[in-house]
């Protein structure tokens, strides 16, 4: 199996950033919070035993601490360019380790430069005489700050791993969410092209029944198919559409139920004002009509009159379709057919918990399908 590398500068992940623009502004600012702190600290010393020699000027200090910033910008990004194969990821400690002690090596010599800059104290060379003449003393005094700078060197690093990590697992959920866009939008697209069919079958069969029956009114029928599928086409590419516009789809379907049916069929529509300016998933009434039509008249010559009611509030609309089922009709839920199907499914794949539907025969004989949706309009969106 071929072992993969990890590429430490490109844990950033999502392109939008370089490596060196993320240590500017990641290790500098870390840098600068030590430089204060130090100050701080120097200032606080001065104050408690003003009469006592404090050595180097708070300058040396500052100028030191400038002089280190570039070296440990350079020893951060050689370390995050190294690759290193998942397996020995392992080898990034002693790497790091070196480094770090290697960039607190060079505190000393950053500090004796600048406090011969600062200070006037001799230069740099008369003391890397006197460490190789009495290296003990020296090295005694370079080691405590050897350790510190250490620590900050290895923090420097986790801070920038971390930052850069968090970029890497931002950058993966975009690409996540985006899929899960993708997918939700094709699962939609796949259960529009499933609708579509379904409903154009039982259209088609209407018409077929009426050519030689009626063929005035199978002309009637075509023309109002025609109609609806223009809709449907115009509403391809839109996720949602106002209620009032998803009415004009129902009007069409019982346009062409009427013109079966003829006065067996009528429908009484209330829809309040706010509930029409609601965004709804296109041919979402639809196959609830078809079910109560489809339903209501059973295998009888029955009449069937469908009561379609939506109210909104801030928060919620609420639809409800009811119908009476004939008495030789078992009570029990007729929501099982393709339509309706479709429909749950489609309700799941956009709206998820928020949506709810139900659909109950009432004692009474009378059968009911109630819809709740959130409520968003096109201003709002």
């Known amino acids: 199996m071929r072992r993969k590398n990890i590429d430490l500068s490109r844990l950033g992940g999502d392109g939008n950033m370089r490596p060196s623009t993320l240590l500017l502004i990641t290790v500098v600012p870390y840098w600068c919070y030590m430089m204060m702190w130090r100050m701080i600290m120097y200032s606080f010393f001065n104050a408690a035993e003003p009469a006592v020699d404090s050595g180097p000027s708070l300058g040396v200090y500052y100028i030191s601490d400038l002089l280190l910033l570039p070296v440990l910008l350079l020893f951060c990004r050689i370390a995050l360019s190294i690759k290193v194969s998942e397996r020995r990821l392992w080898w990034l400690i002693p790497l790091h380790l070196l480094f770090g002690f290697a960039f607190a090596a060079l505190r000393e010599p950053a500090f004796r430069l600048a406090a011969h800059w600062v200070d006037g104290e001799p230069p740099i060379g008369i ?199 004939p008495s030789s009709r078992p009570l029990t839920p007729m929501g099982m057919g393709i339509g309706l199907k479709n429909l749950r499914e489609r309700l799941a794949t956009i709206y998820g918990e928020f949506a709810h539907f139900e659909d109950v025969t009432m004692p009474n004989g009378r059968y009911i399908a109630r819809l709740r949706l959130p409520y968003e309009t096109a201003a709002a969106a």
């Open 127 to 325: 003391w890397w005489h006197e460490l190789l003449v009495q290296p003990r003393i020296y090295l005694n005094l370079w080691g405590g700050y050897a350790v510190q700078y250490a620590v900050i060197y290895t923090t420097a690093i986790g801070l920038l791993s971390g930052v850069l990590l968090y970029r890497r697992w931002r950058a993966a959920e975009r690409r996540r969410l985006h899929l899960e866009a993708v997918t939700v939008r094709a699962q939609l697209h796949a259960l529009r092209m499933q609708l579509n069919p379904h409903f154009l079958f039982n259209a088609l069969h209407l018409v077929t029944s009426l050519i030689d029956a009626d063929p005035s009114n199978a002309k009637r029928v075509v023309v109002r198919l025609g109609s609806f599928l223009r809709r449907v086409l115009d509403e391809h590419e839109r996720d949602q559409i106002r209620l009032g516009e998803e009415l004009e789809f129902v009007e069409d379907y019982l346009a062409i139920q009427r013109a079966r049916f003829g006065e067996r069929v009528s429908c009484t529509i209330a829809v309040a004002y706010n509930a029409r300016e609601a965004l709804v998933p296109p041919l979402v009434l639809q196959p609830l009509m078809e079910n109560a039509v489809k339903h209501g008249m059973g295998s009888e010559d029955a009449n069937v009159c469908v009561d379609l009611c939506a109210s909104a509030d801030a928060e919620w609309l609420d639809i409800t379709i009811a119908n009476a089922v």
